[in-house]
């Protein structure tokens, strides 16, 4: 089966660090993926990874243990306009497609 | 700059409506999905398509059916809408051709329906 897990909601404060967990258990991988989505906006790409390790982009980072189905997102210097729903998704092993977790909202106050 | 459109932002329609949902990209790609996404609930996979005329069913196909005539246009219809079809639905492309890691799926700015 395919499952994916997320926290549902975080609350963190404007310049800090928050990590957001994702644990998978999918029948096939190839990559995991992070989007951001805004509330009535489409999701965008944010990081990927294949291999394990961590991934740095600006503020973001993405990090991803294979052996335990498990990867972060982590983001530094909040801003309020991280405000966002983070979505964890697992590719298949034939690269074909998708398998979503269910997001975990963020909520940056000042 | 790649580009995933459908057809309205906001839909409303009766129960019992046939609806017509139409996704269309410039991308070239050959993958293309429908989602619905519902609070709590994430995004869950209708159907997607690999090709032109091919169609694969996601987790909930039941009350869907999707059209692929053309690689750049992937319609979802709705045969009898119901009132617990009302949700918001994406579109999203993806090509697996590309060779660069970092493949990923486009998605388009979503519509929402309301059945009444």
């Known amino acids: 089966g395919q499952n994916i897990d997320q926290p549902t909601e975080m609350t963190a404060t404007e310049g800090a660090i928050v990590q957001i967990n994702c644990t998978y258990q999918t029948s096939g991988f190839n990559g995991l993926f992070w989007y951001q989505q805004h509330a009535g906006e489409a999701p965008t790409f944010l990081s990927y990874?294949?291999?394990?390790g961590l991934e740095e982009k600006g503020r973001f980072s993405s990090f991803l243990s294979r052996s335990k189905g498990y990867s972060y997102l982590l983001l530094k210097e909040l801003q309020m306009k991280d405000s966002a729903s983070y979505l964890c998704a697992v590719r298949d092993d034939y690269g074909q497609n998708f398998v979503f977790g269910p997001g975990t909202r963020l909520s940056v106050l000042p | 700059d790649v580009k995933v459109t459908q057809s309205s932002r906001y839909l409303v329609k009766r129960t019992g409506e046939k609806v017509f949902l139409e996704c269309v990209q410039d991308m070239d790609h050959e993958n293309m999905f429908w989602y619905r996404q519902d609070p709590g609930l994430g995004l869950r996979l209708i159907y997607f398509s690999y090709d032109v005329k091919m169609k694969e069913k996601g987790d909930i196909p039941e009350g869907y059916s999707v059209s692929r005539e053309k690689k750049e246009r992937f319609s979802l219809i709705l045969e009898s809408a119901s009132t617990n079809q009302t949700s918001m639905y994406l579109c999203?492309?993806?090509?697996?051709?590309?060779?660069?890691?970092?493949?990923?799926?486009?998605f388009g700015p979503g519509t929402r329906l309301t059945v009444l």
């Open positions: 999203a492309s993806y090509s697996p051709r590309q060779g660069t890691s970092t493949d990923t799926q486009y």
């Open positions: 990874n294949v291999l394990d």
